[in-house]
């Protein structure tokens, strides 16, 4: 999975703020409370490669051959790649430290891109 971006708030006022420009985007909100809002934006993919492959399954290869099979298994890793590893993941935090005591390295918000 991507690196989740981290977002330092002041206070939850602050965290609602930023998190609605993500939620504008088609963030959803995982987890929320006093001290944290973790959004993500799910990934499927392209859309053009869905309905190449699509196609192909449906119209092209011939049903109960080994090359259905086999284009099956790369549609399925291509919507679970996209799903688990390129998905997007914000967390927005007061705090400072993580469990462990260290100091949170936090992302510019000017550099962040909200699609």
Do not use: Q, W
């Amino acid at each position: 999975m991507k690196e989740p971006i981290i977002l330092k708030a002041k206070n939850f006022d602050d965290m609602e703020d930023i998190a609605e420009k993500f939620i504008e985007n088609g963030y959803k909100i995982m987890s929320s409370d006093s001290e944290h809002i973790i959004a993500k934006k799910r990934n499927f993919g392209t859309i053009y490669i869905h309905i190449l492959l699509l196609l192909l399954i449906l119209f092209v290869v011939s049903y109960n051959s080994l090359v259905l099979y086999i284009l099956c298994m790369v549609y399925i890793g291509y919507f679970v790649f996209n799903l688990f590893k390129n998905s997007k993941i914000v967390l927005i935090t007061t705090e400072t430290v993580d469990e462990k005591g260290k100091p949170v390295k936090f992302n510019n918000i000017e550099d962040i891109d909200y699609s």
